[in-house]
């Protein structure tokens, strides 16, 4: 077992490095200068080209691409992760400031897809074609097609209309105000979870379906055992590891749809940072962030893999 | 990889018997098993004809501010309202359509034919080669889909092909990996072991016998990832790094209707609504093509499309 986690984590770690190089490299492929960003056009035509010269080189732009990334690396390590082009601070305290707020939207709505996903999927898988089961399908259909942060606009659409809603411009952390906070994550929370909710209700029918007729279950029935009780004790539980893999990969959809859903409600969370740093070309900031998606999203499928022997006793790791 | 075999054992079997049917005859077969992906086909087919005549059916020029007219909700001369500075929503909404269907069809078309081919190569040939493929689609994969394609959009600058380029990007793993499980079951069928034993070459080989088999489940692929790519096409106009304006998107007409300080109910619903049904109608016909390409895989199929990594 130890061994086995030791060789992930070096494949995640390999992966991880894989991802920075890429960031790295596509992000250097810029064309527009970020000078030109940050000045605008006119600003960049009066700088003198010895002041241009001397801020790239205060922005560490001017040094060859291996050492800028060499020293990418020694941020990350110092746990600084390097400045903000704009303001100047370290992306470490926009982590700190603006993360909490993300995790909470991100694992507040994986835990809404679980509950209303997997009772949906095991309803369906109940009673196959009967009139919830076609419901709850056409659902989980039209969920998949519509975008998360066109929901969350007309959610906020309608809180504005009957609440007098207000967008929430700054960041309320948990621990300073609870009620206040939950308010600003909720509606991403909620927008989120209904979208993974429904590619969980697809999955737990289609795998409770397909483990209902096994022999095993037919035992169970036939020893007398009342539906409710085979389905939640025989069938469910080995009908369960495809759905924990397929969570563990929407957690991509999580991470790339909360930059979009957090714009929508006007939510501060690090997806609105990203999104601002993307438009504003602030390279080091887009990095760092890309990066922590990623590294997110790598660190929860190998919790995926790991969780397997937990929940399958048959699985064993060498 | 017991769905993998599938897929090459039963495309042979057709291959062999396969009666010759009209097109016509084909497509009421279809829409008889299938009568909801057949909607999804007629409502995906009247789409992209609304965005081929754009130019015939919109009601006004979508670009042709009006200034007697701005932000009027529907009536009767503007069904779906008009925006800011006064130009038709249904106007905006009509070509809109173009826009996003270019860059879902290239971009799926691009993003899944490279990693097909990447696929077939690395599948067939095997060795370091399959390796290192492996590796750089996991480190491709661990990437979530939009900041990934944001990540590109904004390096290689907004507009049309750089967007088309990075959903493309985001597509490719998904293509290696399905058609590469494909190609792994199809170079041990013995016909394919018959046509190395005649002295063909490796790329002989490759593009005359193996790569025929993953006609099907390329075709799967491709309409399957149709409606991803309008969400992440939408998404990228949202975020403001798609297409830009002028150019009406329905991405960047949703970013647009957050710059007035009270929302229009109008700007919002229409051009998400485009999306949505767009989306449902690929969606449904993508899923009656994978029951029609290979109903007997359709669960594993699914399987592997999302939780691919151990299948």
Redesign the interface.
Known sequence: MRKYLLRRALFGL???L??SL??FV??R????DPLVAMFGIEGFAKLAPADRAHIMADLGLSDPLPVQYVRWMRDIASGSLGRSFFRGDKVSELILHRGPISAEIGLMSVLISWLIGLPIGIVSAFRPNSLSDNVARTMS??F????G??LG??I??AA??WFNYKAPLVVVQLWQDPWTNLQLVIGPALVLGLGQGA?IAR?SR??LL?VIREDYVRTARAKGLQEALVVMRHALPNALL?VV??SG?L???????S??VE??FGVPGLGRS??VA??E?DTIV?QNL?LL??VI??FV?VAVDLSYAWLDPRIHYR | MKNGLGVGAMEVARGADLPQRSVARELSAFTRRNPLAAAGGLVGFLIVVMALTAPLIAPSDPLKADFRRMAKPPDATSFFGTDQVGRDTLSRVIYGARSSLVVAFASVLLGTTVGSLWGVASGYLGGRFDLVSQ??T???Q???????A???S????TGMPAVIIAIAVTRIPFGNRVIRSVALTVRELSYVEAARAAGSSQPRVMFHHVLPQCVAPYLVLATAHL?VAI?IE??LG????GIPPPTPTWGNM?AD??TSL??R?WL??FP?LA??VT??AF??FGDGVRDTLDPRLA?AF??ML??G??A
């Open positions: 390999s992966t991880l894989g991802v890429i960031v596509v992000l492929i810029l064309p527009g259909v039209l998949l097609a519509i975008p942060f066109w606009m007309l906020v659409l504005l209309f590619y999955m289609s795998c397909e495809p893999t397929l990969i957690m991509g959809f999580v991470l790339g749809g930059v979009a714009q929508a990203l999104v993307v438009i070309r887009v890309v998606y990623s999203f790598v499928n | 590796r750089i996991e480190v491709l661990s990437f979530p889909d939009l900041i990934l944001m990540a590109i904004m390096a290689i600058g409606g969400i939408a998404a949202f975020l403001g790094v949703l209707s957050l009270v929302p109910w919002v619903f998400g999306i949505t989306v449902l969606n449904l669960p699914l399987r999302t939780g990594r151990r």
